[in-house]
DNA sequence: CGTCGTTTTGACGGCAGTCAACGCGGGTGG
DNA sequence: CCACCCGCGTTGACTGCCGTCAAAACGACG
């Protein structure tokens, strides 16, 4: 145990930059104001200029666009220790929304807090903008598999990411992880139908690759999975941000 | 006429945030480094570590992504104006490859000169950042795209995208615009086949809806092709940053 | 026990990929 | 100057992945 509370966010910037004690108290205050969100209700919609992000800690949270035909696309899920809305707080702009889809607590923080936070240690503004940047190449990789990948392999592409990030802030092994998204929200995300969402996971379960049940991700053969998948974590744990 | 040079790169900023002479001189000298590239050779390469960026002020880039079966994704194309690499700069990662479609000439900005500007005008630094955050939304509205819109939409939203964009730099009107891409890049960019593509090219074109031919795109009308692809240019030209 | 959200499965159809062939224009070398 | 080639565009036939429609099973919850 360390005699600071470890939020999920810090143990993910610090396993990437050697965080000293300023910056870890720095981190602390940015989690002062504690808010709680139902699942279901957005917490920041579509259009809404809003000057509020927030740091989860608890909780999963999805953020999506919706089309005038009423399809939605889901651009990226966020689990602990993610940042939301970083980009709406630096400039006035929130082109999505946001779902939560469990209960979730987060940390809100204003554009000023950040700022601050950002002129007291620079190098934590480098590392927040390294999360971000790592976030933006994940949307790259989504659009990447919508793009080229097959429905089996983005799902089985898919599941490995979330497997790798859900690790990085401990609650995951390599086994499998608890997972509360239905098959909706992975046909969403996915750019299928739900109905072929659960055809794909059928398939890849009956191929003994990898088992989605009852809220929990198992990886039933990792090694063989990974191969299918094509999956390269290297945009995942690159080395650390320059520090400036 | 102005008394400085205008590149594409300064009139986009321009656009959106009034620049001061002070600012407008510190962008000359962004411009330095005048270099040219040919058409086919690749600036920078994926998985390579690169410290440069480039603004883009002649021809046209594509940003893609290679996978192990040799299906390539493009992520973005760039225009005149068009930052290219300025995450490789500030974090050293580079997850993708730049190929340039045309001849081109770009300034190479590194990370110092980058820093330098930054320090000098912070209101420069805001309306960089804007820029790289509408970029960051025209990835998100592309694989909106790819995910949920069928390959006619898709083509169309696409090209209606690329007409803002242009204006903006003013080397496009109402009507049309000139365009080196070949089907190859619409079929990378849109997650079809280079076939495909030809048959929703067709498609368009036998609806009067817009024309692609010979290197140059026809809108043939417009207001039915926006309405047609459910085109909504919100995400493209957002009110300016916030100036802090 | 009924309802609602989610998962599961089957039948059918269509959008888009693959394969294949051909036209066309520009560049290159004989 | 012509023959050839190569990249790009175009079209048709066939196939298959995946969406739509429909119905049923299952569990949670009131």
Redesign the interface.
Known sequence: MHAYEESPFTRKLAAFVALSKDELSVLERLHQRRRSFRVGIDLVHQ?QSEQTAYILSQGWVCSY?I???G???I?DFQIPGDFLGL?SV????S??SFEPITDIQAAEVS?ADL?EAFAQTPRLATAI??AA?RD??M??????G????PADARMAHFLLELGARLLLVGIADKSGYACPLTQYHLADA??LSAVHVNRVLRHLREDGLVTFRNGHVTFDDYDRLIDFA?FDP??LD??G??L?
């Open positions: 259009g666009k089309q005038r035909d399809t939605r696309q651009v980009r630096l400039l006035r702009t082109d999505h554009a700022l903008l390294w940047s933006e190449a949307v790259v990789e989504h659009l990447v919508l793009g080229r990948r996915l750019g094509e290297a945009y690159q080395a941000p320059v400036l």
